[in-house]
């Protein structure tokens, strides 16, 4: 793991004026922690970030995150960005994206089961 995280940290320096979001953001990428679903045929496309409590749904094309740290601190401007989207555009740029392919018939089961996680993400955020 220690390799990979190097590896991933000197790919992805210009991001490291993150401090701290940055170093957690790294872990994240280094031990596989970026997921991409896609669904075929349809192209679809489902985002997500293992975080410490569980995966948040991200939308980079936005930006926007499912996190708490998101919602509270990013979209009323006192951060520019959480962990989650951070973490997503390190994998992006070192090319450590994890593309998960499924049916376009799995996908109702799919989000049915991303939506339980992210609230019982919220319940553990009270």
Known sequence: MEAERKAVTSRASEFSRYGPKFEKAVDTVASGGVKEC???PSGRRVVSVVGTLGDELIDPSRPYCSCGNFFFRVSHGGEET???LLSFMIAAKTGRVDILEFSDEEFGDYLSAV???VLEVFAKTG
């Open 82 to 84: 959480c962990y989650h």
């Open 115 to 117: 939506v339980r996680d």
């Open 38 to 40: 896609l669904f075929l």
